[in-house]
C-alpha cells in the first residue's frame, strides 16, 4: 500500500488564486485542501492536518500574519509559505522572522513554489 499523499493546504481569499494553486499542488502528486481565510483553516486542524499551508497575507477577517502567528504558537506548527501580491520589505521581513519557510511574490512561478513546497514538507 502506498503511503498517503502530502497534504497542502492552501488559504488566499482569491477564489481563482486557489483554485490555480490547488490544481498546482495535485498535479505534483500532493493532496490539496483550500479555504478562503484563516477562520476556515484553523476550524479543519483537527479533522486533516496539512502537511505545509500556502498563505496569502492580505485577506479580511484574519490577516496570514495573524494566522501565521497562531499556526507557530500551537504546540506542533505547521511549516508556512508566504505568498502575496502586495510585496514590501517590512512584510518580508515580518513573514521571515515569524518562521515562514518561503516567502513567494504573486505571481507565483509554480516550479519556485513547488521546490518551497518539497523543502517545506521534507522539514526544512
Same mark, same amino acid.
Given at each position: 500500500?502506498?503511503?498517503?499523499?502530502?497534504?497542502?493546504?492552501?488559504?488566499?481569499?482569491?477564489?481563482?488564486?486557489?483554485?490555480?494553486?490547488?490544481?498546482?499542488?495535485?498535479s505534483a502528486g500532493f493532496r490539496?485542501?483550500?479555504?478562503?481565510?484563516?477562520?476556515?483553516?484553523?476550524?479543519?486542524?483537527?479533522?486533516?492536518?496539512?502537511?505545509?499551508?500556502?498563505?496569502?497575507?492580505?485577506?479580511?477577517?484574519?490577516?496570514?500574519?495573524?494566522?501565521?502567528?497562531?499556526?507557530? &504558537?500551537?504546540?506542533?506548527?505547521?511549516?508556512?509559505?508566504?505568498?502575496?501580491?502586495?510585496?514590501?520589505?517590512?512584510?518580508?521581513?515580518? &513573514?521571515?522572522? &515569524?518562521?515562514?519557510?518561503?516567502?513567494?511574490?504573486?505571481?507565483?512561478?509554480?516550479?519556485?513554489?513547488l521546490d518551497a513546497v518539497a523543502?517545506?514538507?521534507?522539514?526544512?
Amino acid at each position: 500500500m502506498d503511503p498517503p499523499r502530502q497534504l497542502i493546504a492552501i488559504v488566499d481569499d482569491e477564489e481563482s488564486v486557489r483554485r490555480a494553486l490547488t490544481r498546482l499542488m495535485v498535479s505534483a502528486g500532493f493532496r490539496a485542501r483550500s479555504f478562503s481565510g484563516g477562520k476556515a483553516l484553523l476550524a479543519s486542524l483537527g479533522a486533516d492536518r496539512p502537511n505545509c499551508i500556502v498563505l496569502d497575507l492580505h485577506m479580511p477577517e484574519v490577516s496570514g500574519f495573524e494566522l501565521q502567528a497562531q499556526l507557530r &504558537a500551537s504546540p506542533q506548527p505547521l511549516p508556512v509559505i508566504v505568498i502575496t501580491g502586495h510585496d514590501t520589505p517590512e512584510s518580508q521581513k515580518r &513573514a521571515l522572522a &515569524a518562521g515562514a519557510v518561503a516567502y513567494l511574490r504573486k505571481p507565483v512561478d509554480d516550479q519556485v513554489l513547488l521546490d518551497a513546497v518539497a523543502r517545506a514538507v521534507a522539514g526544512g
